[in-house]
T-cell receptor, first 111, second 110 residues
Framework: SQQGEEDPQALSIQEGENATMNCSYK?????LQWYRQNSGRGLVHLIL?????REKHSGRLRVTLDTSKKSSSLLITASRAADTASYFC???????????FGTGTRLTIIP | DGGITQSPKYLFRKEGQNVTLSCEQN?????MYWYRQDPGQGLRLIYY???????QKGDIAEGYSVSREKKESFPLTVTSAQKNPTAFYLC?????????FGSGTRLTVV
């Protein structure tokens, strides 16, 4: 079952602009992660935020988590052509390490 | 270099044929996972294993089988019972909730 739903499904922006994508989930979680997937490749881990955290930064990435709304957002600042990829959120509920992935946002950066 | 290797990168299957996808990791991770990804879709869990000689069904296990005889290896067999096997298959491993993924196998039925 799909725990997360990303919004929007697709996003195109000019290079240098900021990109924001959102993830909503259905049940209580332990952690939420964001992964990137370049076309035809595997997923690469970007950032993890725990359920007791509200915001986290890593380089040009900023993730927020609102557990009351069961939602998270990923902000990529000063976008680059190399950021073109699909982005997925993934959640776990604790107890085991099984992740449930969302449907993804396809981000295109226009040079 | 530590990592996770999937092979082959591309695989073609005839109707009624079983095929096996390979997944090997040298990260010393206990847990391994198989996901299926259809075009423009998210990942759906097929099978997972948290320890050698043990594995559990995921959300879409029908038509698939796995084994976990060694910590490093978690092969996936797509059987003839899987009616719509054309997809991108991803293997992952983890020592915690952070996954490391292989580069995937694209399976096509011909």
């Amino acid at each position: 079952s799909q725990q997360g739903e990303e919004d929007p499904q697709a996003l195109s922006i000019q290079e240098g602009e900021n990109a924001t994508m959102n993830c909503s989930y259905k049940t209580s979680i332990n952690n939420l992660q964001w992964y990137r997937q370049n076309s035809g490749r595997g997923l690469v881990h970007l950032i993890l935020i725990r359920s007791n955290e509200r915001e986290k930064h890593s380089g040009r990435l900023r993730v927020t988590l609102d557990t009351s709304k069961k939602s998270s957002s990923l902000l990529i600042t000063a976008s680059r052509a190399a950021d073109t990829a699909s982005y997925f959120c993934a959640t776990d509920t604790g107890g085991n390490e099984k992740l449930t992935f969302g449907t993804g946002t396809r981000l295109t950066i226009i040079p | 270099d530590g990592g996770i290797t999937q092979s082959p990168k591309y695989l073609f299957r005839k109707e009624g044929q079983n095929v096996t996808l390979s997944c090997e990791q040298n990260l010393n991770h206990d847990a391994m996972y198989w996901y299926r990804q259809d075009p423009g879709q998210g990942l759906r869990l097929i099978y997972y294993s948290q320890i050698v000689n043990d594995f559990q069904k995921g959300d879409i296990a029908e038509g698939y089988s796995v084994s976990r005889e060694k910590k490093e290896s978690f092969p996936l067999t797509v059987t003839s019972a899987q009616k719509n096997p054309t997809a991108f298959y991803l293997c992952a491993s983890s020592a915690s909730v952070r996954y490391t993924f292989g580069s995937g196998t694209r399976l096509t039925v011909v």
